[in-house]
């Protein structure tokens, strides 16, 4: 089977409260897939499922066709899956260097080593500098995280996202809070950073979601109600009717 | 530079001079009871260094480090003994490793207990534990020796070239040798993949796992860690009491050595070292002055922690980049205006511990006469006290306004120092000024 993620039957209650109700949901290796949905339908709580924040409180999340449910955060990012916050969430008061060097470390094998000096490891740095390069903080680099702009807070989350190498990557929400201009910016930044890559993103942005994803689907009241392409889901009347009517002029 | 190293050479300066201080401090303080006090502040600073691996470096704050540093010196002591008695061939030097790897194996023990959860809960735990360890030190009076201690003669054991570690003068060196490696080795493992990921779990634990790291091996790792060297510290303690008693891992010494730790700056490595030396001084020099020591011990760290969160050393650090474009000279006018109604506050508060202190503790056998300050007072009459007040009071409201010139002086550091660039350069913010910008 090709696909790289798989969601059978998903469930998630908080207490009497049903968030994600069934979700079921295929993504072939490569694919750009958004998930869309009104405020509350769930969006950022299945990304939480996925990558292991909450644990599911039914159903199976599979990742290269092996179970991941239960699993541990850096358990399903060590197999292959990393992801963005919503909220900018990095390391505020190290510098956007160290930010991007310590989300490389696992990934070249170093782990938990102290006992080889970090400065001289060569792959390191160079994995380093690459990613500030592809995420255009290469300027920044001795600047502490926190006083950083919001949108290049934004595009250091992405950078943490993406500098271990992963091959699936779950990005929530990446142009929240942008300007028009940032968010045609970070598009362009997407692209290239998750070339060749499985990309799996939360989206409010209409035009950020129909210029990037391969694939659409919508989550609507903690289910799918659609998934399909662009174009297909742009002309769903059910789709139309629960979320994209006001959405799209 | 070789890949992996941790050092390279340009960085080695410092530690030669630090090497070089180690050796030659004992021709410039000679006497014995600067050699004392020197052998103490070596203990004390691989202690407080130990203790920032948790809190300044991981974020991990604990109120039992002394239950490593005092096992590790019972377990010392112990082996002392054991080789002296049995004439086993392993010299002096080599029983502060067998103390490290004794601090080691109970950093394993409860490390594995406490380390599960961070913030509160590994505080909490860490309470616990040194209230279990305190209180069954005054149980197991085989091992601890009750209230009285256990006792070595480090004397016993195999002379190494002729040195049998009576002299005061070849205890010193050899804490200052181990303090020296320590000192290295701690310094080394911040600049390693695991010292890095340490920092990151103290900035942001969530994030850390979603980079592939378990928070809870960091943890793990920097508490066993944290164990070894505040065990070597404990075994050069027990070398050079050669005693232990239930008191070296108990509350207050968790406490003190947190103390130090803090006074001296745990934002920076060397904030530790600072603090050790200074709260040593000061315990040894304040208890024979004052009986209220403990009581100024309490007020400098809260000054320190309302009025300088980064330490001594924050403070400090705060200095070098004026210090490097040459404008340090600027604010030493300020500085200077500040210091003068500082001195009057502090000294009126001196003034009122020391009245309070004679009158409540010492004036029933000793009367009412109170000497302080080269002067002697009557504590019965009202006129000191509302002279200490004034001073206190005037001397407060001085420094209040003197803040304001200190200030501006600031200021102009600053605006002369901002670079053409503008705010993008002005923004980075040196690792060593983490929350002691002056306001």
């Given at each position: 089977m090709s696909a790289v993620l798989s969601l059978a039957d998903v469930h998630k209650s908080f207490g009497p409260t049903a968030i994600i109700r069934g979700v079921t949901l295929n993504v072939p290796t490569g694919e750009r897939h958004a998930i869309i949905g009104p405020n509350g339908a769930g969006k950022s709580t299945l990304f939480h499922l996925i990558s292991g924040r909450f644990p599911v409180s039914s159903g199976t999340v599979s990742l290269h066709g092996r179970p991941i449910t239960g699993l541990k955060p850096y358990e399903i990012y060590r197999r292959g899956l990393s992801r963005s916050f919503q909220v900018t969430n990095i390391f505020p008061r190290l510098s956007v260097y160290e930010n991007i060097r310590c989300a490389v470390l696992w990934a070249l094998g170093y782990k938990y080593a102290f006992w080889l000096g970090v400065d001289a490891l060569r792959s390191v740095r160079e994995r380093a500098e690459a990613v500030m390069t592809s995420i255009g903080l290469t300027r920044r680099r001795d600047v502490q995280a926190g006083v950083l702009t919001y949108a290049e807070q934004r595009a250091l989350e992405i950078g943490l996202a993406i500098a271990g190498g992963a091959d699936v990557i779950l990005l929530d929400e990446p142009t929240a809070g942008m300007s028009r201009g940032e968010s045609e910016q970070a598009v362009q930044l997407i692209r290239t950073v998750t070339q060749g890559k499985t990309l799996i993103m939360v989206e409010h942005d209409m035009s950020v979601v129909f210029g990037l994803a391969?694939?659409?689907?919508?989550?609507?009241?903690?289910?799918?109600?659609?998934?399909?392409?662009?174009?297909?889901?742009?002309?769903?009347?059910?789709?139309?009717?629960?979320?994209?009517?006001?959405?799209?002029? | 530079m070789s890949e992996g190293a941790i050092l390279s050479w340009r960085s080695w300066a410092p530690w030669v001079a630090l090497a070089l201080a180690l050796v030659l401090l004992p021709r410039l303080l000679s006497s014995g009871s600067s050699l004392t006090m020197m052998s103490l502040m070596g203990i004390m600073i691989i202690f407080a260094l130990s203790y920032n691996m948790l809190l300044g470096q991981t974020g991990m704050l604990s109120f039992g480090h002394a239950v490593y540093y005092g096992l590790a010196g019972f377990v010392a002591i112990h082996a002392m003994n054991a080789i002296a008695q049995n004439k086993w061939a392993i010299p002096l030097p080599v029983i502060p490793l067998i103390g490290g790897l004794a601090g080691l194996a109970f950093g394993i023990l409860f490390g594995s207990v406490s380390t599960r959860r961070g913030g509160t809960v590994f505080a909490m735990i860490t309470l616990g534990v040194g209230e279990l360890v305190a209180s069954s030190s005054l149980i197991l009076r085989s091992f601890f020796g009750g209230e009285s201690g256990i006792t070595a003669n480090r004397t016993k054991l195999m002379p190494l070239f002729g040195y049998k570690f009576g002299p005061q003068i070849e205890i010193y060196y050899l804490i200052a040798g181990w303090a020296f490696i320590a000192i290295l080795a701690m310094y080394a493992i911040t600049r390693t993949p695991f010292g890095r990921m340490c920092n990151a779990v103290r900035e942001n634990p969530e994030r850390a796992e979603f980079i592939g790291y378990s928070t809870q091996t960091v943890r793990f790792i920097a508490f066993c860690l944290a164990g070894f060297f505040a065990g070597i510290a404990g075994a050069l303690a027990a070398i050079n009491f050669e005693i232990m008693n239930a008191l070296s891992l108990g509350a207050a010494q968790s406490g003190t050595v947190l103390l130090m730790a803090f006074i001296g700056g745990i934002g920076l490595f060397w904030g530790p070292i600072l603090g050790a030396i200074l709260v040593t001084f000061l315990q040894v020099t304040l208890s024979d002055l004052t009986g209220a020591w403990m009581l100024y011990f309490g007020l400098l760290f809260i000054l320190v922690v309302m009025f300088?969160?980064?330490?001594?050393?924050?403070?400090?650090?705060?200095?070098?980049?004026?210090?490097?474009?040459?404008?340090?000279?600027?604010?030493?006018?300020?500085?200077?205006?500040?210091?003068?109604?500082?001195?009057?506050?502090?000294?009126?508060?001196?003034?009122?511990?020391?009245?309070?202190?004679?009158?409540?503790?010492?004036?029933?056998?000793?009367?009412?006469?109170?000497?302080?300050?080269?002067?002697?007072?009557?504590?019965?009459?009202?006129?000191?006290?509302?002279?200490?007040?004034?001073?206190?009071?005037?001397?407060?409201?001085?420094?209040?306004?003197?803040?304001?010139?200190?200030?501006?002086?600031?200021?102009?550091?600053?605006?002369?120092?901002?670079?053409?660039?503008?705010?993008?350069?002005?923004?980075?913010?040196?690792?060593?000024?983490?929350?002691?910008?002056?306001?």
């Open positions: 391969d694939r659409i689907s919508v989550l609507v009241y903690g289910q799918i109600i659609a998934s399909d392409t662009p174009r297909a889901i742009r002309e769903n009347a059910a789709v139309r009717e629960a979320y994209l009517g006001q959405a799209v002029h | 300088a969160p980064g330490g001594i050393a924050g403070w400090l650090a705060l200095h070098g980049p004026a210090l490097r474009s040459g404008r340090l000279g600027r604010l030493l006018p300020a500085y200077a205006l500040a210091a003068v109604p500082l001195a009057m506050a502090a000294a009126g508060a001196i003034l009122i511990v020391e009245l309070a202190h004679h009158m409540l503790v010492k004036a029933s056998s000793d009367g009412s006469l109170v000497h302080v300050f080269f002067t002697t007072l009557d504590g019965a009459s009202p006129w000191p006290w509302l002279a200490a007040l004034a001073l206190l009071g005037v001397g407060a409201a001085l420094t209040r306004l003197a803040w304001g010139p200190v200030r501006s002086a600031w200021a102009a550091v600053h605006a002369a120092s901002a670079p053409v660039d503008g705010p993008a350069e002005a923004a980075v913010v040196p690792p060593a000024a983490q929350g002691v910008l002056p306001t």
